[in-house]
């Protein structure tokens, strides 16, 4: 089974930009779906967005035009690209793969994500 791993949390001040990254340890190109979820303590884990192998994405409303998913097959890594942070995007930020001959959804460990001033 495919093992995930993110990378690239940290701490940012509102308004600012991160880059989050998840490396597979197998290839991807047969996953159906790459996503990250986001999870704040209390609250159920939730889809941040999600990019096929057919090139489609999905975005949550809350971060669509900030948030850019990506997925390079060849190099089995997914990226999320965060700008305009706000401190509503402090969460736990995991990556996930679903479908396309998983026998079951991955998850990687996830990462922190912080925005405050």
């Known amino acids: 089974q495919v093992q995930l791993v993110e990378s690239g949390g940290g701490l940012v001040q509102p308004g600012g930009s991160l880059r989050l990254s998840c490396a597979a340890s197998?290839?991807?190109?047969?996953?159906?779906?790459m996503n990250w979820y986001r999870q704040t303590p209390g609250k159920q884990r939730e889809l941040v967005a999600r990019?096929?192998?057919?090139?489609?994405?999905t975005y949550a409303d809350s971060v669509k035009d900030r948030f850019t998913i990506s997925r390079d097959d060849r190099k089995n890594t997914v990226t999320l690209r965060m700008n305009k942070l706000n401190p509503e995007d402090t969460a736990v930020y995991y990556c996930?793969?679903?479908?396309?001959?998983?026998?079951?959804?991955?998850w990687g460990q996830g990462t922190q994500v912080t925005v405050s001033s």
């Open positions: 996930n793969g679903e479908g396309g001959g998983l026998r079951s959804p991955v």
């Open positions: 197998a290839p991807i190109a047969r996953i159906y779906s």
């Open positions: 990019v096929t192998n057919g090139g489609r994405t």
